[in-house]
């Protein structure tokens, strides 16, 4: 216990002697947040639309006036002729090009089917499928309405029979994707301080060759290892908070679950993150080594493999596998449950397990190897 | 001597880094309170015994015993009894001097009352009082390793393990840190201290000669020089490297090595005397201006047991 407190006490002091490290440590996570929070988005919004409209009638401009005047679709170009579309494509100046054909409004006027041209620029997959959607609908609405203007006079509107979709959508009403990924973001940045802190913490032992002086002293490895992560843990709970609340100020994300099992799903994933970086310093010898292999072992597959961007079901079964000691993966989960769902403990179990059991895993390697390089 | 059972005793230690073998079948014991010296070449093996008996390092074969305990089988017990001094002196270099002995104190379970009398008597000891608030990274090498020194005496080990602790440090402070070995070592404790400083070896009771990992002399300086019985002749010559040549070619002259400007033939005993040597170099070509036998010296004796490949490290440390 005194050897443990001993190195906890050393640990904290070097800390407190190297404010620059002390500072990446809490801040940059946050910094980064922000950078990604507002660069990262998957909303598509303000797609930028040309016009051209061959038709010129009434009845044209009546159906296009109704596709804008929404946050999707902005009006920024009216076309003259066909030869304009693809430079405009091209160019990027516009997204998407809307084609009026000639007899619109009289095939509208017969009752006939009519199409219009819609030329999407899909070099951008997300923003061309989501526009495709969004025009879809719109024009399926403007159908409607078409109908019922003609059947009006009729008298027949009340028998037009129509199924309307009503959504509710659920934990993230307005869809917006800084709820989905905040938490993500939240475990990546997480991910990355606490691994590559500790690890670097473990190394600086060896490479100043004080791990030595540690051997051949009586302290055991277990008590090596709490005490240099201890400080650590604390240093993250720290920045944790500091990131929550910026997601709460920034981003809109309110923690709805508890903060209980937000608590302790923070704590198992430390654990578990602790634990990679010190089983990481025992097959490194330098600094600079230990942060190449921390910063590549924590944000390559965070970010790729945890869910976060990708669909895991997606993937082949062999990666699927592989995401299986991912440890972002559990707490991108588990922080999602949390935050968005206010999720209760029975469905947050298998991720405490998980982070829990592969934490044990990477601190039972760590305290092997360091016995062995004893 | 032989009532207390020896502080430490190695049998047969040997250690094999892949094809290659650092340490090969060394034993050796030390009695209490002795300072014991090895030395030799860089790479000889000295810091791989020392690490093996320490912990640091597994050993491929043989036994050893610190302390009355097994290092492969008791290492925690050995860790109790034992201190260790690298050459790098491992201390927190952004940490004041105070706050390293105060970690290290803990380290060895060191608290309170306890830890604050060590010490101020360490500090006192090793002459650290007064910068106690200074930050080690910023102290010369002289006074970090006093301070090395210090973290490793604080718990009173009765063992003190010494890795090359004078490389890198100036010869008033080299001979200052010897006045303190001797001064722990009177108390009781025993000292293995490697070196590669010759004149060192005149400080230690014993000494093993180590050379690519065998142990080929060990004894009282006295005893190792006895060892090596060959005359030996200081000679000043105009080429040396000329010299050289045309002393190998007799097979009674076994080795030559250089001291500075002069030249020292080892010679087998009795087959020269000065006057004859002259003779026959001058019939050689070599016109030698000077010519006396001379004591052989624990550096003759070291260029003499060493394997040749080691000889230039060796020569140019003194």
Known sequence: MRRFLAILKKEFRQ?????????????????????????????????????????????????LDSLFGNPYFDRILTLERSSEVDVAIARGTVRCVLVIPTGFAAALERGDETAIQAIVDASDATLGSTAIGYLEQLAARATQQARLERLAPAGAAATLPVVTPEFRVWFNPELQSARFLVPGLIAILMMLSAVVATSLSMVREKERETMEQLIVSPVRPIELILGKTLPYVAICLVTMTLVLSLGYVLFGVVIRGSFLWLSVATLLFLFAALGLGVLISTVTRSQLMAFQIAALVSILPSVILSGLFFPIRNMP?????????????????????IILKAAP??????????????????????IRRTRKAA | MQQHPPAIEATDLTKVFGRFTAVDRVSFTVQPGEIFGFLGPNGAGKSTTIRMLCGLLSSSSGTARVGGHDINRDPDRVRQCIGYMSQRFSLYRDLTVAENLMFFGGVYGLANRALRDRTAEVMRVTNLAGIESHITGTLSGAVQQRLALACAILHQPSILFLDEPTSGVDP???????????????QGT?????????DEAEFCARIGLISAGRLVSLGTPATVKASVSEDVFELSVGDLSDAIDRLKTDPAILATACFGPRLHAYCRRGAFTADSLRVKLGAAGVP?????????????????LVVPAAQPAAGSSV
Not at chain 1, 22 to 28: E, I, K, N, R
């Open chain 1, 317 to 337: 079964l062999v990666i699927q596998a592989v995401t299986v000691i991912v440890v972002p993966k559990y707490f991108i989960s588990a922080l999602r449950k």
């Open chain 2, 190 to 198: 025993t000292i293995l201290i490697t070196t590669h400083f010759l």
């Open chain 1, 345 to 366: 403990f029975d469905t947050l179990w298998p991720e405490f397990l998980a982070m829990f059991a592969l934490g044990l895993a990477f601190y039972a390697l760590a």
């Open chain 2, 288 to 304: 030698a201006t000077a010519i006396r036998p001379v004591l052989l010296s624990l550096e003759d004796a070291f260029m003499r």
């Open chain 1, 15 to 63: 800390i407190r002697r190297d404010p620059l490290s002390l500072g990446m440590l809490v801040f940059l996570p946050a910094l980064l947040l922000i950078m990604y929070g507002y660069a990262l988005s998957f909303d598509v919004r303000h797609i930028s639309v040309g016009v051209l409209d061959h038709d010129r009638t009434r009845a044209s401009r009546a159906f």
């Open chain 2, 172 to 186: 008033v402070s080299r001979r200052l840190f010897w006045e303190l070995i001797q001064d722990l070592a009177s």
